[in-house]
Each structure stands twice: as structure tokens, then as C-alpha cells.
């Protein structure tokens, strides 16, 4: 792997030899939240609508007459730009990353703003995104990352195409970018076509910490759902802290691991409560979130509480043996191989770890603190952060 700069962007190259696409990625770090919730997807779903130069139609015919991904999506703390291309047509892809970069239009706002009301509307219809909105917007409550769909909904008639403008200028030249390649190519073109973009900044990021949290339940009745559907989760560290390798096992342990979870074990096969049953390890900058999820009959929902928490008592007071430790890691690690095979998952991987403020090979570490985590590390873990303060959602019928 070869470290390099232009523009003051932290960049990286890895060669995979006689691999015929190449996979880039670059990512721009939000200094600042949005003014109000739903700007900044807006302002994502309109990138690829346009250019100075091109029609949106004319881009998705380039791409589509080339075999060209170019995608852009909007995370929770950085915009993303991926492509994925052929090598012989890097240099093409190149040229129409750096039109989408440096000339956006934004000609479609209104159109785009109707149709993301339109989508959001119709996915909150699901009882099982509506539950997890209603978490999101509880545990990060008056804070950027708890910007839900219905927060959205609330608030995106007040952006206009103004806002939108300011806030991708304000992106583009007040942010810390970090770029990574993988692939066969010649990396060094990259500077040819991006070196218009403005300069990498280390600048003060504004967005707070999250509040902390108390034990609170929320819940909301829905007419027409034919289950009831629960979230309870905790405000946890998140990736760099000495505990996130611990917390990343205790995940594939209580239920990301499928059907070798204890969750699933415990309460689905033992005592039939659960369609879905799992548990999600979800990490932003400055906060992440440990959740527990169940889809169970609404007459079995003070029994799945009292399941988590019988789950959660287990693991916080018996000491796990080395054979389940032993086991998650190897999932875990495979996981983590899994999800590294393509060049251009090598290269999100590589560009999501420099943007977090890693080194672009942080995997490697991480898989090291991994295979060193006791049994009492699990159990110390445990006690520290499942607590008494915690939130938990419900709907029902």
C-alpha cells in the first residue's frame, strides 16, 4: 500500500495485480450539522442530477455505456463519492466524478425534494423502520444523528435550493477528505483530474458530543400492524476507543451471528417469542449504539423485555467460556474478510477508517485487539455499558 498527498488529501493506493476494475472512493468529513433535518440527503440525491456540462440523463448514459458505478451517498458524518470502473476506463470515470464534484447543478430540487416526502412516507409504513425511527430520534434527541425520517418529514419544506448550495460549498472547502484506490492502474492520474478540489482542512468539527442518556420508553400504537415491534438499546463507545473490538464480540454474541446468537437461541428456538430477533452495533463519529431487536406477537412484549434483560443479566455475571469466545472471533474476523474481497470494498473500508481518523489499514489492528479479548474483558465490557439508562421503543397495535 502506498501513502500519498495532493491537495493536502490523505490518500492511499493498494495494487491487486491483473484485476480488471478498480474501486475509489472518496469521502468528505461533515464539519457542521445541517440546518435543518433532511438538507444534507437532499443535497446527496441531487449530485448525480446534473452538471454544469451534463444532463442528468447524458451522466446515466455515460455510465451506463461504460460499465461505470458512481454513487454517492450520505452518511451519518461523511458525503461518500464511490466509483467503480473498468481500467481502461479510469481516466473516463475520472472526468465525470470531477464534473459531479466541482459543477453540480442542483436543477431538480423541487422534483427531488417531492420524491424523497414520497419515499420516506411509504417506508415509515413499515412498523419495523418506524420502530427504529422512533429509537434514532429518542437516544440522539436534539442532536444531528438523530435526524429521522419523520424529523425529516418535519422539516424538509424549510430548506431551499439556497441552502443547498451553501451547505455543499461549506462541504467542499471546510472539510478534512481522505481518498483510497484499489486496483491495477496508474494511480498518480487521480491528481490530474481532482486537483481542483478544494484543500483537505483539519478544522474544528461542530458537531457536539451526544447528551447522555436516562432509562426512558417510548411507544407508538399502529392501527395496522400484525406484530409488535421493539428496540432497546445503550449509548456506547465507538471505533478507535480500547473497548470497540470488545463490543464488536459481544454483538455477534447476544444476536448479529444468526442462528448461533444467544438471542436466537434463547428466544426464539427455546421459548418461541420472536419472528426476527438480533442485535446491531452502530457507530458514528462522536457516539455509537448498541440495540437489541425483536419482532414478536404484541401479547409478548413485556416477556421478550424481560427476555433481553435475562439475556443481558447472563452475560454481565457468567463468565463466557473460551469455546463461545473462540467462536465469535473467528465469525467475527470472517466477517471482516468477507467484507474486504472486491477492490471496491478493500477501498470503502480503506476510506472509511482514514475518515474516522485511522490509518487506512486499521483493519489489520483492529483484527490483532480482536484475537486478544478475554473472557473477563466480555464480562467487564458488559457491566460497564448495559446499565440502567437506556432507551427502549415500541410499536404495537
Same mark, same amino acid.
Given at each position: 500500500?502506498?501513502?500519498?498527498?495532493?491537495?493536502?488529501?490523505?490518500?492511499?493506493?493498494?495494487?491487486?495485480?491483473?484485476?480488471?476494475?478498480?474501486?475509489?472512493?472518496?469521502?468528505?468529513?461533515?464539519?457542521?450539522?445541517?440546518? /435543518?433535518?433532511?438538507?444534507?440527503?437532499?443535497?446527496?440525491?441531487?449530485?448525480?442530477?446534473?452538471?454544469?456540462?451534463?444532463?442528468?440523463?447524458?451522466?446515466?448514459?455515460?455510465?451506463?455505456?461504460?460499465?461505470?458505478?458512481?454513487?454517492?451517498?450520505?452518511?451519518?458524518?461523511?458525503?461518500?463519492?464511490?466509483?467503480?470502473?473498468?481500467?481502461?476506463?479510469?481516466?473516463?470515470?475520472?472526468?465525470?466524478?470531477?464534473?459531479?464534484?466541482?459543477?453540480?447543478?442542483?436543477?431538480?430540487?423541487?422534483?427531488?425534494?417531492? +420524491?424523497?416526502?414520497?419515499?420516506?412516507?411509504?417506508?415509515?409504513?413499515?412498523?419495523?423502520?418506524?420502530?427504529?425511527?422512533? !429509537?434514532?430520534?429518542?437516544? /440522539?434527541?436534539?442532536? !444531528?444523528? &438523530?435526524?429521522?425520517?419523520?424529523?425529516?418529514?418535519?422539516?424538509?419544506?424549510?430548506?431551499?435550493?439556497?441552502?443547498?448550495?451553501?451547505?455543499?460549498?461549506?462541504?467542499?472547502?471546510?472539510?478534512?477528505?481522505?481518498?483510497?484506490?484499489? &486496483?491495477?492502474?496508474?494511480?498518480?492520474?487521480?491528481?490530474? /483530474?481532482?486537483?481542483?478540489?478544494?484543500?483537505?482542512?483539519?478544522?474544528?468539527?461542530?458537531?457536539?458530543?451526544?447528551? &447522555?442518556?436516562?432509562?426512558? +420508553?417510548?411507544?407508538?400504537?399502529?392501527?395496522?400492524?400484525?406484530?409488535?415491534?421493539?428496540?432497546?438499546?445503550?449509548?456506547?463507545?465507538?471505533?478507535?476507543?480500547?473497548?470497540?473490538?470488545?463490543?464488536?464480540?459481544?454483538?455477534?454474541?447476544?444476536?448479529?451471528?444468526?442462528?448461533?446468537?444467544?438471542? !436466537?437461541?434463547?428466544?426464539?428456538?427455546?421459548? &418461541?417469542?420472536?419472528?426476527?430477533?438480533?442485535?446491531?452495533?452502530?457507530?458514528?463519529?462522536?457516539?455509537?449504539?448498541?440495540?437489541?431487536?425483536?419482532?414478536?406477537?404484541?401479547?409478548?412484549?413485556?416477556?421478550?423485555?424481560?427476555?433481553?434483560?435475562?439475556?443481558?443479566?447472563?452475560?454481565?455475571?457468567?463468565?463466557?467460556?473460551?469455546?463461545?469466545?473462540?467462536?465469535?472471533?473467528?465469525?467475527?474476523?470472517?466477517?471482516?474478510?468477507?467484507?474486504?474481497?472486491?477492490?471496491?470494498?478493500?477501498?470503502?473500508?480503506?476510506?472509511? /477508517?482514514?475518515?474516522?481518523?485511522?490509518?487506512?489499514?486499521?483493519?489489520?489492528?483492529?483484527?490483532?485487539?480482536?484475537?486478544?479479548?478475554?473472557?473477563?474483558?466480555?464480562?467487564?465490557?458488559?457491566?460497564?455499558? !448495559?446499565?440502567?439508562?437506556?432507551?427502549?421503543?415500541?410499536?404495537?397495535?
Amino acid at each position: 500500500m502506498k501513502t500519498f498527498k495532493f491537495n493536502n488529501i490523505e490518500s492511499c493506493y493498494k495494487q491487486n495485480k491483473d484485476t480488471p476494475r478498480v474501486g475509489l472512493v472518496l469521502n468528505f468529513l461533515i464539519e457542521n450539522a445541517e440546518k /435543518y433535518a433532511g438538507e444534507y440527503s437532499l443535497m446527496n440525491r441531487l449530485l448525480l442530477k446534473g452538471t454544469s456540462k451534463y444532463k442528468a440523463e447524458e451522466i446515466a448514459n455515460i455510465l451506463d455505456n461504460n460499465a461505470i458505478e458512481l454513487y454517492t451517498e450520505m452518511k451519518s458524518d461523511f458525503l461518500k463519492f464511490k466509483l467503480i470502473c473498468l481500467n481502461e476506463d479510469f481516466e473516463l470515470a475520472l472526468s465525470i466524478l470531477k464534473e459531479i464534484i466541482l459543477e453540480p447543478s442542483f436543477e431538480e430540487f423541487e422534483k427531488e425534494k417531492q +420524491k424523497l416526502k414520497g419515499e420516506l412516507t411509504a417506508e415509515l409504513d413499515s412498523a419495523k423502520v418506524k420502530v427504529s425511527d422512533l !429509537f434514532t430520534k429518542t437516544i /440522539y434527541k436534539d442532536h !444531528f444523528y &438523530g435526524h429521522s425520517y419523520t424529523k425529516i418529514l418535519e422539516e424538509i419544506d424549510n430548506v431551499t435550493k439556497e441552502d443547498i448550495i451553501i451547505a455543499y460549498e461549506n462541504i467542499q472547502k471546510n472539510s478534512k477528505k481522505t481518498l483510497s484506490i484499489v &486496483g491495477d492502474v496508474d494511480y498518480k492520474i487521480v491528481e490530474k /483530474y481532482l486537483s481542483n478540489i478544494p484543500y483537505s482542512r483539519n478544522t474544528e468539527n461542530l458537531i457536539p458530543n451526544p447528551n &447522555g442518556i436516562k432509562q426512558e +420508553k417510548v411507544e407508538i400504537k399502529k392501527d395496522d400492524a400484525n406484530q409488535a415491534q421493539i428496540l432497546q438499546g445503550w449509548l456506547v463507545p465507538t471505533i478507535g476507543h480500547k473497548d470497540y473490538p470488545t463490543i464488536m464480540l459481544l454483538n455477534v454474541i447476544l444476536g448479529a451471528s444468526g442462528l448461533s446468537s444467544r438471542l !436466537f437461541l434463547e428466544l426464539r428456538e427455546k421459548k &418461541g417469542l420472536a419472528y426476527t430477533v438480533r442485535s446491531a452495533y452502530e457507530t458514528h463519529l462522536k457516539s455509537a449504539v448498541f440495540s437489541i431487536y425483536i419482532g414478536t406477537e404484541p401479547s409478548n412484549i413485556e416477556t421478550s423485555i424481560k427476555g433481553f434483560k435475562e439475556e443481558i443479566e447472563k452475560i454481565k455475571n457468567i463468565l463466557i467460556s473460551e469455546e463461545e469466545l473462540e467462536n465469535a472471533k473467528n465469525n467475527l474476523i470472517g466477517k471482516q474478510q468477507f467484507l474486504s474481497e472486491t477492490n471496491s470494498q478493500q477501498a470503502n473500508m480503506m476510506a472509511y /477508517y482514514s475518515i474516522m481518523g485511522k490509518p487506512f489499514d486499521y483493519r489489520n489492528t483492529i483484527i490483532k485487539q480482536i484475537r486478544a479479548v478475554t473472557p473477563e474483558q466480555i464480562k467487564d465490557c458488559a457491566n460497564r455499558y !448495559f446499565t440502567e439508562d437506556y432507551v427502549i421503543a415500541i410499536i404495537k397495535p
